[in-house]
């Protein structure tokens, strides 16, 4: 089957670094990218990873290894408002895919 | 602010009725994708549009239709709505079609569906 796989929620200290995971069970697709959802908002494009390693965006980065189906990404300096759910995605034969999301609360 | 733009914010409707969902893409994106949210399914990819042409489909119903129009906006028919239908309707836009563009997509805010 195609799907992506992520934990369900992380708990993490307002100035710490936290890593959310994403594995998959599909193969032949482009990329990974992530997205940021607030409650009540829409989805915010993050990054994108087209190759193997490490993307680096600010506070965020994005890591991608196709060989082991794993990717995942890391916020450093946790603020309250990356308080959100992050979702992964893939494009899987032109149709995109996304994880069902990870929920980051961030304790003051 | 994405640049997308959609309405309405929210509808309200009964069961057997048909609604139609309008997006404008920003400026100029030529690929406008559809998607629903609801808490048990997540983020549900329907359908995609590049240039007016439908160029991917995903977990769409029948009962579901869309559009794209030579001025790029888009519409997202519903119709026989029953109670799982429900759920936040999210139009997204990019800038062309594959690659990394099906992976840099910019999301208007949503529109809220109750079904009644």
């Known amino acids: ?108 | 602010d994405s640049g997308v733009t959609q309405t309405p914010k929210h509808l309200i409707t009964a069961t057997g009725q048909r609604v139609t969902l309008r997006c404008s893409p920003r400026s100029g994106d030529l690929s406008v994708y559809w998607y629903q949210q609801s808490l048990d399914q997540g983020l549900q990819f329907l359908i995609q549009y590049y240039n007016g042409e439908e160029r991917a489909k995903g977990n769409i119903l029948e009962r579901f239709s869309a559009q794209q129009f030579p001025d790029l906006h888009s519409e997202l028919n519903l119709s026989s709505l029953e109670l799982g239908d429900s759920a936040l309707y999210f139009c997204a836009s990019s800038l062309t079609s594959g690659g990394k563009s099906d992976y840099e997509q910019y999301f208007g805010p949503g529109t809220r569906l109750t079904v009644t």
């Not at chain 1, 307002?14 to 989805?43: K, R």
């Not at chain 1, 060989?67 to 603020?79: A, K």
């Open chain 1, 1 to 108: 089957g195609q799907s992506l796989e992520q934990p369900s929620e992380v708990t993490a200290v307002e100035g710490a670094i936290v890593q959310i995971n994403c594995t998959y069970q599909t193969s032949g697709f482009y990329g990974l990218s992530w997205y940021q959802q607030h409650d009540g908002g829409a989805p915010t494009f993050l990054s994108y990873n087209a190759l193997d390693g490490l993307e680096e965006t600010g506070r965020f980065s994005s890591f991608l290894s196709r060989s082991d189906s794993y990717g995942y990404l890391l916020l450093q300096e946790l603020q309250m408002k990356d308080s959100a759910s992050y979702f992964c995605a893939v494009n899987r034969d032109d149709k995109i895919i996304f994880g069902k999301g990870t929920r980051l609360h961030i304790l003051p």
